[in-house]
């Protein structure tokens, strides 16, 4: 299967921006949807953003218009450019896919402080 490693993340004050990166181990033109997870301490994981072969995306309410997700096939990467954070965006962010299962990569924590 295709493994997914994340970078980009760091620790920010509110209203900065930070891109994270996702890069393939082989390639996702197959892959239908390409999302990005978050997970805080005491919250489940949610679904932030996700984006389809053809490019359409979808964002969950928090992060509508600050948040946008993009991919480039020829490249293996999936990108999160996140502006105007807040510090309830702090969590530990994961790129991940479905094709039979779920695939996962290891995270990359975001910390936005006020």
């Known amino acids: 299967q295709v493994q997914l490693v994340e970078s980009g993340g760091g620790s920010v004050q509110a209203g900065g921006s930070l891109r994270l990166t996702c890069a393939a181990s082989g390639s996702i033109s197959s892959i239908t949807t390409m999302d990005w997870y978050r997970q805080s301490p005491g919250k489940q994981r949610e679904l932030v953003a996700s984006?389809?072969?053809?490019?359409?995306?979808n964002y969950v309410d928090s992060v509508k218009g600050r948040f946008t997700i993009s991919r480039d096939n020829a490249k293996d990467t999936v990108y999160l450019q996140m502006n105007s954070l807040k510090p309830e965006d702090t969590a530990v962010y994961y790129c991940s896919y479905l094709k039979l299962f779920r695939y996962w990569g290891q995270g990359t924590q975001v910390t936005v402080s006020s």
């Open positions: 984006i389809s072969r053809g490019g359409i995306t």
